[in-house]
């Protein structure tokens, strides 16, 4: 692990979630920010796939899905900077013809992406179909990773999921809460309380780990890394991370204004201004 | 005029169910998915021969939704089965994100649909399946008439790379198609040839139809040219086309509402190919359905043999003036 090129491209995935949400004048970059360290833990230093040669099936690889589909500015930017496309396509994010779709889809053919979703509480389904299609493949070693939305876990079909995968012991399966505390009429608190959700991913016999530091990179590796130690046991295992949205920019962070709000020009600039300087590259502005 | 036998009565359902332990054993890539329904579909002879290939999901239609397109990810035919108005209505929002527009190849089997489900009533009778699911882009939509026409479309969607909805009912019904049929899908089955009216009709109405065209002949001379409809989307329209232009007047037969279902179809392809003759639609007339017994329930809503006779009486009128 080459913590300094971790913490790089952590500063370059938020300054290509800041260009891309400002040049669309739309999307999602709260959440985005939130969720860079986990990205960039989870395509740098977890998951072994192929990026040069891109199948549905994936086989022989680990499989991500991300079900809270908007955050799709960090999910675009890890995965172009991770080779699945050229970085200078990042440019048009939510423009007409466009592979970058508002929310991720596979109907234009983006490598790295295998099903759509902005339509919340499905991919938890989808992950776990995907978990027993690798037993029945055989390929034990690979493991199938999945991102939710803490209030995303207010829909039914989360639960149904969470329900069947403890019962039927799918330990080739590791969910990850980014657990913000935000939603989008407020706090997860005021618009539904969650509860103890480790406690309820228990009593649903999973094994939940709990990071409250989720972005500080190192420490999600970490507990990624434990997760993965935790598969093979007969139990799904669950990460509740603890993250900040709108982490990196101080006018942005823990505030749910920003969760599907775009900075405009001087926005942009400040929330740049505010970012360690990398030695990557900006892609580059379509005309 | 041909004539079609009832080879006995036989549940579309079972025909089902027995091709699918057919696949079972043809191919490995077949999985199956049920929501506590097992029996009601057949499923368990598949689910005793192939246990690792069988996923008794519970009453959770959406997770069972999702999980098949996860499983279609690894390269396997999913099989999802449950009753129609759970496996559409219940979760449309899931077929249309996780299977239509991320065009995944699962096969979402529907049983139960329509009026013909009988006793239990309007919750369970599915009668806007067809709409919903043809509203889906790139959904190819099934509606099967007898056993052996679902043995034989469930065997044909398994070679098919694509979503598919197929529907088929619950009880026994004239078992009157070929045991060794081909089936292709999106091609209409010309079963009756006839020069008055066109009957363009699907699943359980076929056989209702059959009835009708026979009466029709014996006690007025009357020709009907009956089209067996099974793909309802893509619909054949050169079939439909063909006979119109001969007929002149055509009446559809559904086991759906008016609204949304086949014989909104074929009057879109009516209009749109200028094809302007009389159309006359047997389905339900945009009312929810009752408990009752099937036969019963069809002469009720208006769709059953005789409700074709009287429809074509009147439609043969318009077509003279």
């Avoid at chain 1, 309820?200 to 990071?211: A, I, N, Q, R, Y």
């Avoid at chain 2, 699962?106 to 239990?120: Q, R, Y």
Wanted: one cysteine or more; hydrophobic letters at 35%; a neutral charge.
């Amino acid at each position: 692990m080459n913590l300094h090129y971790l913490k790089d491209l952590c500063s370059q995935v938020r300054r290509d979630i800041l260009r891309m949400v400002n040049d669309a004048k739309s999307g999602h970059p709260g959440g985005s920010l939130g969720c860079t360290e986990y990205f960039v833990a989870l395509y740098q230093e977890i998951m072994h796939y192929n990026p040069k040669i891109f199948t549905m099936d994936g086989e022989g690889e680990d499989l991500f899905f991300l079900s809270n589909g908007h955050i799709s500015p960090v999910y675009y930017s890890i995965l172009a900077r991770s080779g699945f496309f050229p970085i200078k396509e990042l440019s048009t994010f939510r423009k007409l013809n466009s592979r970058l779709q508002g929310h991720p889809s596979v109907h234009r053919g983006l490598p790295g992406i295998r099903i759509s979703s902005g339509s919340l509480g499905q991919g938890m389904s989808v992950a776990v179909g995907a978990a027993l299609s690798k037993k029945l493949n055989k390929e034990f070693h690979n493991i199938i990773y999945s991102l939710h939305g803490d209030g995303e876990l207010n829909e039914g079909q989360i639960w149904e999921s969470v329900l069947y995968a403890g019962a039927r012991n799918i330990d080739n399966y590791i969910a990850t809460i980014d657990y913000n505390g935000q939603q989008i009429d407020g706090t997860t608190d005021e618009v539904l309380p969650l509860g103890n959700l480790k406690k309820k991913f228990e009593s649903f016999d999973w094994k939940v780990l709990e990071e409250l530091e989720g972005n500080n990179i190192e420490k999600v590796i970490d507990v990624l890394k434990k997760a993965k130690n935790e598969t093979g046991k007969g139990k799904p295992v669950l990460i509740i991370l603890y993250t900040q949205m709108g982490y990196g920019v101080d006018f942005m962070v823990g505030n749910n204004a920003w969760h599907g709000k775009y900075p405009n020009q001087e926005e942009l600039e400040r929330a740049l201004s505010q970012l360690p300087k990398t030695t990557f590259v900006d892609y580059p502005l379509s005309d | 005029m041909k004539q079609y036998e009832n080879k006995g009565l036989k549940e579309t359902r079972a025909g089902f169910g027995q091709a699918l332990t057919f696949l079972g054993k043809k191919n490995k890539r077949v999985v199956a998915l049920c929501a506590d329904l097992t029996s009601s579909l057949f499923m368990n002879q598949f689910s005793k021969e192939f246990p690792e290939r069988f996923f008794q999901i519970g009453i959770a239609e959406a997770n069972m939704i999702g999980i098949a397109a996860g499983l279609s990810i690894g390269k396997y035919i999913p099989f999802a089965g449950t009753f129609a108005n759970f496996a559409t209505s219940r979760v449309y929002d899931q077929i249309r994100q996780s299977i239509a527009y991320s065009y995944k190849n699962v096969k979402i089997c529907a049983s139960h649909s329509g009026l013909t489900l009988g006793e239990d009533g309007a919750t369970h009778q599915s009668l806007e399946d067809i709409g919903m699911m043809k509203m889906l882009p790139g959904m190819t939509v099934i509606n099967t008439c007898d056993y052996n026409q679902t043995y034989a479309a469930t065997l044909a969607i398994a070679h098919y790379l694509g979503p598919v909805y197929l529907r088929f009912g619950r009880p026994a019904v004239a078992n009157f198609t070929d045991e060794n049929q081909m089936f292709e899908i999106g091609k209409a089955v010309l079963l009756t040839e006839g020069k008055d009216v066109t009957i363009v009709c699907t699943g359980h109405l076929v056989w209702e139809a059959l009835e009708a065209s026979k009466i029709l002949y014996r006690e007025e001379g009357i020709e009907c040219e009956v089209i067996n409809i099974h793909t309802i989307k893509p619909l054949d329209e050169t079939s439909i086309l063909k006979s119109v232009n001969k007929t002149k007047c055509v009446l559809t037969a559904e086991e759906h509402n008016y609204w949304g279902g086949l014989g909104e179809s074929v009057a879109r392809i009516l209009t749109t190919k200028k094809c302007y003759v009389p159309q006359s639609l047997v389905a339900v007339n945009d009312v929810f359905g009752e408990s009752g017994k099937p036969m019963e329930l069809l002469k009720k809503y208006n769709i059953d043999c005789n409700s074709i006779i009287n429809r074509i009486q009147i439609l043969l009128k318009k077509k003279k003036n």
